[in-house]
């Protein structure tokens, strides 16, 4: 098994059916240096290339373990095409165990392509849109809660009625996950940059809380191997209908500062202006309560119990149709 330090994006050149370890980043101004890890396995043939990105929150543990496994045991004479993945994202915050990088402070899914010559995070984003996602047939962003949060089974596309964003949503039916979402279009994050090179695009969200359960990982395996089917990587072929309706989100937040308690449960379904959460000040007086804003199913729950005012508390989903299905 080889390894590589800024490997070139030329899959071509690369003996088919073997697996490649390499590292791409850049020198801090200390002397140190940041390495991205990646995996790249070469199946019988170079094209379609997916490319798999986790990691990109330091606190999001579910898609780097699932990575890490991935890279065991993924195929490559069983692969047509080439499949690319990058586990630790954003060492800097993977390090700190924090989303951000302690040495900006700057949410790297908000800051996508990057600057060459930026800060830190700036310029991981740059490496990780120039040399390992740029000409990829398809990407995938994995993503979890945090560690203050909790989160359903998510796979989403970005919100757009191209050609491009029917094939990003197709690949996030293939997916499989319990809920179909579309995210709302968002320029600097990953997926968004995708689309806006023409590049497919799913984006995963799954469990939360710093941590990476069972379950949860062999959730993100499972949907993986279902796009490589999808794009025919792998046998057997998958037949992906596109659905009908889509999950969409919107923040409810937190009106004062103090102790959180939470009314409702992950996945439960709420009508408008039911109580979803109190907050309690110090003495045990209820300073705030949270409604729900209309009818909806919680998607996203804070499980850190200390808040303050404006933080995020739950994601309130509903169904609206889709703008890439198209009936027959």
């Not at 490319?51 to 692969?79: R, S, T």
Request: charged residues 25%; glycine residues 10%.
């Amino acid at each position: 098994m080889a390894q590589q330090q800024n490997p070139s994006c030329d899959i071509d050149r690369f003996e088919r059916e073997t697996v490649q370890r390499a590292t791409v980043g850049f020198p801090l101004t200390d002397g140190s240096r940041v390495e991205i890890p990646l995996t790249r396995i070469f199946g019988q043939c170079p094209q379609p290339r997916v490319v798999i990105v986790a990691g990109v929150h330091g606190d999001e543990l579910v898609g780097p373990q699932a990575l890490v496994e991935l890279a065991q045991e993924l195929p490559p004479n069983e692969l047509r095409g080439t499949v690319v993945l990058v586990p630790r994202a954003n060492p800097l915050a993977f390090a700190a165990g924090r989303r951000k990088a302690p040495d900006d402070n700057l949410d790297l899914n908000r800051i996508f392509p990057g600057k060459k010559g930026g800060t830190a995070s700036e310029r991981i984003a740059h490496v990780l849109t120039q040399q390992v996602t740029d000409g990829a047939d398809l990407v995938i962003d994995l993503h979890s809660a945090g560690r203050e949060g909790d989160l359903v089974p998510l796979s989403g596309f970005r919100e757009a009625r191209d050609d491009c964003a029917r094939r990003s949503a197709l690949a996030a039916a293939a997916f499989g996950l319990e809920y179909d979402w579309m995210m709302r279009w968002s320029p600097g994050t990953l997926s968004t940059w995708a689309n806006q090179q023409g590049i497919p695009a799913v984006g995963c969200e799954v469990g939360g809380r710093a941590m990476a359960e069972r379950e949860e990982i062999d959730l993100y395996k499972g949907g993986i191997h279902r796009c490589l089917r999808h794009l025919g990587l792998l046998d057997p072929p998958l037949e992906v209908t596109m659905p009908p309706k889509v999950w969409t989100q919107e923040y409810v937040t937190a009106p004062c500062g103090g102790l959180l308690e939470v009314l409702v449960t992950l996945g439960q379904e709420v009508e408008g202006g039911e109580s979803l959460a109190r907050v309690r000040d110090l003495w045990g007086t209820v300073c705030g309560e949270i409604s729900a804003p209309r009818d909806g199913a919680i998607l996203y729950t804070r499980v850190q119990q200390s808040v303050q005012a404006g933080e995020n508390v739950f994601w309130l989903g509903r169904q609206e149709d889709n703008p890439c299905y198209e009936p027959a």
